[in-house]
């Protein structure tokens, strides 16, 4: 079965601590990986995406994900962490026939200062 | 702008009252999609249409209807809402081809059916 799998629905740091979400995928995901966020009562917006040009993929607000094939996964980091990046964070990708996007579950990024 | 829209962005209804939300994008995309989203359950996706006069069901498409009449419009429909509809609705769209599934998203809908 397809899926997209984010280890920890809530995950909390300090300010200008290290963030690391995880994200795996199932194999039968084709190669087209996406991280969104949704800042609190907003939509989706694109963090950054992998479309197999390059593993270590570089988004927006300071943030990457590198996709590693060997262990199926997708993780997203940012080196330092800002308040302002609390949100809810989404790995997705699309099923193997193309016509929608599987979400995970998401995971909800608290930020303390 | 290169946008798609939702309307209306909240909407609190009785059961059983037909409603509509409406989506427009101005991207000239060929496929649109509905999704719906609840707590703890990411983002599922009621129905798609590829192109015009062209719709699918996604995974959870039980009590909405969609038409596709227009290539820019992807009107959603519930014609006797009940209270397990209560959510947050996205419309979203995307090229048809190129290899890329990037989707762009509206700015939600969120309905409440009491």
């Known amino acids: 079965a397809q899926s997209v799998t984010q280890l920890g629905s809530h995950v909390s740091v300090s300010e200008g601590a290290l963030v690391l979400l995880r994200c795996n995928y199932s194999?039968?995901?084709?190669?087209?990986l996406f991280w969104y966020v949704q800042y609190p009562n907003q939509g989706l917006q694109l963090l950054l995406k992998?479309?197999?040009?390059?593993?270590l993929v570089k988004g927006i607000n300071g943030f990457e994900a590198e996709f590693k094939k060997s262990e199926t996964s997708f993780h997203l980091t940012k080196p330092s962490a800002h308040m302002r990046d609390a949100a809810e964070y989404f790995c997705?990708?699309?099923?193997?026939?193309?016509?929608?996007?599987?979400f995970g579950k998401g995971t909800t990024l608290s930020v303390s200062s | 702008e290169a946008q798609v829209t939702q309307n209306p962005r909240y909407l609190i209804t009785v059961t059983g009252k037909k409603l509509t939300v409406t989506c427009s994008q101005n991207?000239?995309?060929?496929?649109m999609s509905w999704y719906r989203q609840d707590p703890g359950l990411g983002l599922r996706q009621i129905y798609y249409?590829?192109?015009?006069?062209?719709?699918d069901k996604g995974d959870v498409p039980e009590g909405y209807k969609v038409s596709r009449k227009e290539k820019r419009n992807f009107p959603l429909i519930l014609e006797s809402p009940s209270p397990n509809q209560t959510s947050l609705y996205f419309c979203?769209?995307?090229?048809?081809?190129?290899?890329?599934?990037?989707?762009?998203f509206g700015p939600g809908t969120r309905l409440t059916v009491t």
């Open positions: 997705v990708g699309p099923n193997q026939a193309g016509t929608a996007l599987i």
């Open positions: 992998y479309t197999s040009a390059a593993t």
């Open positions: 249409s590829m192109n015009v006069e062209v719709t």
């Open positions: 194999s039968s995901v084709p190669p087209y």
């Open positions: 979203a769209s995307r090229t048809a081809g190129g290899g890329s599934y990037e989707q762009y």
């Open positions: 991207m000239n995309h060929e496929y």
